[in-house]
């Protein structure tokens, strides 16, 4: 099996080092293994979904107007 480095992978899935790191400590792409210090991930694998959770524009609009009233009152 042919692998690559994070460095790889990170240009390949267009994310950053740090975040593939992440990924692979989290167990998150298959087959991905630690040589010492440095992840080796399989060539085929695939970029994992992205399952971090963002706030909706929504809900940011909702804690601003929150504030806001509560900056108002005295």
């Known amino acids: 099996m ?3 480095s994070c460095t790889e992978a990170a240009e390949k899935w267009a ?4 975040r ?3 990924l ?3 167990e998150r792409i298959p087959g991905a ?3 010492s210090r440095v992840w080796l991930i ?3 694998a695939e970029k994992p979904a992205d399952k971090r959770k963002r706030k ?7 804690m601003q107007l929150s504030v ?3 900056n108002g009152v005295d």
């Open 68 to 70: 806001d009233t509560l």
């Open 33 to 35: 293994v630690k040589f």
């Open 20 to 22: 593939v790191q992440k």
């Open 15 to 18: 994310i950053s080092e740090r």
């Open 2 to 4: 042919e692998y690559m």
């Open 56 to 62: 909706s524009l929504q809900q940011k609009y909702i």
């Open 24 to 26: 692979c400590e989290g």
């Open 42 to 44: 399989p060539k085929d």
